[in-house]
């Protein structure tokens, strides 16, 4: 199993450009999220989804948007990019129940210039 | 919404010395509390959690305990190595996630 993946690792764009990116996990867990992390920050909730059709806000929703349309697949979406969305991107999932382990995907790091 | 202090940002300590990480929340209705342990360009990894009607829990060389009346959870490991230097993160639920703890073991 490769568990959660995502794509890609690194990217950098301009100011107002948009772009997904892409989260896929073999699991077959219901839950999927996307935090960012900022230096010193910690990770923060950005959206996550219970299951397929399903998504909610999470902390910090403002800039992004999220589709969830099949179990594996958790797309992020910025839209106008702007520097303060410079971060670290991370996905993660975890199985049915309300607490439990979350599985993380290793990353992806973010530059907006 | 939850509100999760994490203490230390930093925490340095000699190998085989014990290191111990502080996190507060503050809704009471709060009842699971994972720490997670992230590697250099990795993504986080749970190391033990605990839910509201356990007051302590240990694996090997790590345990948490938890103070609901003081809404307060704490991570030790003992007899550090090397090996555990990595940023540790505490966490209330899935939603809300401390600031972190560098941990640096010194051989």
């Known amino acids: 199993n490769a568990g959660v993946t995502q794509t890609p690792k690194f990217r950098i764009l301009k100011i107002g450009q948009s772009m997904t990116l892409q989260c896929t996990q073999d699991m077959n867990h219901n839950y999927m999220y996307w935090y960012r992390q900022d230096p010193g920050m910690g990770l923060k909730l950005i959206y996550y989804s219970v299951g397929a059709g399903i998504t909610d806000k999470g902390e910090v929703p403002n800039g992004y948007n999220v589709s969830r349309s099949t179990t594996e697949d958790f797309p992020l979406r910025l839209e106008l990019a702007a520097p303060s969305q410079t971060s670290v991107y991370f996905c993660?999932?975890?199985?049915?129940?309300?607490?439990?382990?979350?599985?993380f995907g290793e990353g992806s790091r973010l530059t907006v210039l | 919404g939850e509100n999760v202090e994490q203490h230390p940002s930093t925490l340095s300590v000699q190998e085989g010395d014990s290191a111990v990480i502080k996190c507060t929340y503050s809704?009471?209705?709060?009842?699971?509390f994972p720490w997670y342990k992230q590697e250099l360009g990795k993504g986080p990894q749970l190391i033990i959690d605990i839910r509201s009607n356990v007051g302590e829990k240990k694996d090997q060389r790590i345990a948490v305990t938890l103070n609901k009346t003081a809404k307060h959870f704490s991570l030790h490991i003992t007899e550090t190595q090397p090996e555990d230097s990595a940023v540790y993160l505490c966490?209330?639920?899935?939603?809300?996630f401390g600031t972190g703890t560098s941990l640096t073991v010194i051989p």
């Open positions: 809704d009471s209705a709060s009842n699971y």
């Open positions: 993660a999932s975890h199985i049915t129940t309300n607490t439990g382990e979350l599985f």
């Open positions: 966490a209330a639920s899935m939603f809300y």
